[in-house]
């Protein structure tokens, strides 16, 4: 393993044109500490360009060396004549290197086909994009890709379709990472995209629902945000928008929607991560999807996926009152948790947001629900704190399988009690 | 009297989290560490000129053997007025948890027998993995920040350990090991990530104590 981390601080040494044909990697382990003394000495020789993969610590400890091969006669005699052990570990480091780097193209073009995308990993925004087009492709006469709008700082916002034909039939909304450091839900969004697509034809219940409605699934709802995640800060949450006035950058999307927009249960504050934004819908990732929606005009249900805390909740957050349709969303929320629990025993926690989380003003589902869109659900996919926003990779496919079954719960009953 | 609180409902889950970490403060260490696997019954009960009390059952988890639980009673009382007192917990563990003699050992050996000190960056990493060496020094940082959580929280927050930044092993001349950790908690709430810097001392056989913590500011706002 420690081979491959050096392997990959050569080959960015490799990249400058630099080559180490011919050279070699010897451990050498030392018997007894005036030995150790003299490999020091070895490595102080700046002619000999001798590099210390693992340094000589003591004897009986192995010590491994890249030699070039230009002082390989003078090494191995030194070390011969010394009587100090060692053995050649690799015989050419420029064979291996340019081998590893065939495999690594060999990895990333194999990628291109939906069938092998590790959807075990976390992937780049790139990589997200660009799978998008493969599951295009691969399902032509189901999945199209739509662009609803731009993001603050220019990025598309592409959502996926999910259809059989019809015009403007009944629509089921989903969307994951709306908040960027949330990485378990757009991981989750890819596997449920492609097993959505693969299902149809497959499973009774994916193909009953797509015969009769549309899917529409935005999986990197937060492009900015999630870029900033990759490349500076892993628990950043918010849009990436300029505030004026301030040094704090960013919204919060989640606070962001005209449902009791500007209360206690979010921040005038645009240094919080509760930040309201200056009116609602300010942002062009919270607009894009309220010109969507509303233009759809018949769109029956909304899922809003986020992590972490394992909950299911449905509207209120901004009011304890409870909503006209709270016995009904409760009812399937408890079948929905159940069934996500069969799977491997995680459990959920269901109920309105404002009971079951916290007060909350400005939500996706409150805004949803507000405006006509029934069936209204939010997630707070795995874990409960251990790892948090930073779940293993390990946990994606885990966490996919068993909210998948929730999932269609929902999507099924949306189907069955049209309105 | 006491008022029965559905499980699902926050703030019963927020005393649960805080007494769960408090468990695993004095319970856990490098070798073990427990976290909460489920809140049972919940009770509230308020005491006049003192506080709220919330009495609990709750399902504890091995957290290096998932398959290993243990039930829990605890009772959380959080002072009225005062959010400068830490909240009372108060514990009863129905069993005796598994020994974690032979893993605190080899850490502790393993450390001890280091040339220079440990030092580390970004537990787990951004993809959520921990080497299998840097298991039982996350495992130390989860443990010790049950300590930083339970001093600092009141009935309106939730915290949990986000990362371990940076941890640097601090050289002692007598036998405790001593670490200097720089962590992230993230608070529900605020869903705000607070740097937060602790020193953490452990010995087999005396337990972990948090010797200084303090909350640091937020880097240069971006």
Redesign the interface.
């Known amino acids: 393993m420690r081979i491959l981390l050096l392997f990959a601080a050569l080959a960015a040494n490799a990249h400058s044109e630099q080559l180490f044909v011919g050279d070699q990697v010897l451990r050498v382990t030392a018997s007894e500490e005036e030995q150790i003394t003299l490999l020091r000495g070895l490595g102080e020789q700046a002619e000999l360009q001798v590099d210390f993969w693992r340094h000589p ?1 003591r004897p009986g400890h192995p010590a491994d060396l890249r030699v070039p091969f230009h002082s390989l006669q003078a090494v191995k005699i030194f070390l011969e004549s010394n009587r100090i052990s060692y053995s050649v570990m690799i015989e050419d480091v420029q064979e291996l290197l340019d081998e590893e780097k065939k495999t690594m193209m060999k990895s990333r073009r194999m990628e291109r086909s939906t069938s092998t995308f590790d959807f075990a ?2 992937h780049t925004l790139d990589e997200i994009y660009n799978w998008m087009d493969t599951l295009v492709d691969d399902h032509p006469n189901l999945v199209s890709k739509i662009q609803i709008g731009q993001s603050y700082e220019n990025r598309p916002l592409y959502v996926l379709k999910f259809s059989t034909g019809g015009l403007k039939r009944p629509a089921i909304w989903l969307d994951t990472g709306i908040h960027s450091r949330e990485w378990i839900t757009q991981a989750t969004g890819i596997w449920t995209a492609n097993k959505i697509a693969t299902e149809y034809g497959r499973d009774p219940s994916v193909t009953a629902i797509l015969d009769s409605m549309d899917i529409f699934f935005e999986i990197v709802t937060n492009p900015d945000g999630f870029a900033f ?1 990759h490349s ?6 918010k849009t990436r928008s300029i505030n004026a006035g301030s ?3 960013g919204v ?1 999307p989640n606070r962001n929607w005209d449902a009791g927009f500007g209360g206690s249960g979010s ?1 005038s504050n645009p ?4 930040y309201h934004g200056p009116y609602a819908h300010s942002e062009r990732e919270v607009k894009a999807i309220v010109d969507f929606i509303r233009g759809h005009g018949n769109v029956k249900s909304v899922i809003s996926i986020h992590s972490y ?1 394992q ?1 299911l909740m449905f509207p209120y957050g901004y009011k304890t009152a409870p909503a006209p349709d709270h016995q009904e969303l409760n009812e399937l929320a408890k079948k929905a948790v159940s069934d996500l629990a069969a799977v491997y025993g995680t ?1 959920y ?3 309105s947001i404002v ?4 007060k909350a003003d400005g939500t996706t589902i409150d805004w949803a629900y507000d405006n006509g869109v029934k069936y209204s659900f939010t997630f707070e996919l795995r874990d ?12 994606i496919i885990p966490t996919a399988t068993e909210t998948w079954p929730a999932l269609l719960d929902i999507m099924a009953y949306v189907l069955e009690h049209p309105y | 009297a006491a008022m029965e609180l559905p499980p699902g409902l926050s703030a019963a889950s927020r005393a649960a989290a805080l007494a769960a970490g408090y468990i695993c403060y004095r319970r856990g260490g490098p070798g073990r560490g427990l976290a909460l696997r489920a809140l049972r019954r919940a009770c509230a009960e308020d005491i006049d000129g003192v506080g709220r009390k919330y009495h609990l059952e709750l399902e504890l988890e091995d957290v290096l053997d998932k398959d290993s639980t243990v039930n829990c009673t605890a009772e959380v009382l959080y002072h009225l007025g005062n959010k400068n007192i830490a909240p009372d917990v108060q514990f009863t563990l129905e069993r005796e948890l598994k020994n974690a003699d032979e893993a605190d050992n080899v850490f502790y050996n393993r450390i001890k027998s280091l040339e220079k000190e440990l030092v580390a960056e970004n537990i787990p990493d951004n993809h959520g993995n921990v080497s299998p060496e840097m298991e039982p020094i996350h495992l130390l940082a989860w443990v010790a920040s049950g300590y930083v959580i339970w001093q600092n929280s009141t009935e309106n927050t939730k915290f949990q350990l986000a990362q371990i930044k940076h941890v640097k092993q601090v050289k002692r001349s007598d036998e405790y090991l001593e670490f200097d950790y720089k962590i992230l908690l993230h608070e529900m709430l605020t869903q705000e990530i607070i740097p937060w810097q602790m020193t953490v001392l452990w010995h087999p056989q005396h337990g972990v104590e948090v010797t200084r913590d303090s909350r640091q500011t937020k880097e240069a706002p971006e």
């Open positions: 610590t990993s976390y995640t500076s800060n892993r628990m950043w949450r040094f704090c950058v919060d921040s240094c919080s991560e509760t805390s909950m459990k926690t269901y109920g009971d079951t989380i916290y409960t704190g251990r790892y948090g926003f930073l779940l293993p990779s390990t946990q």
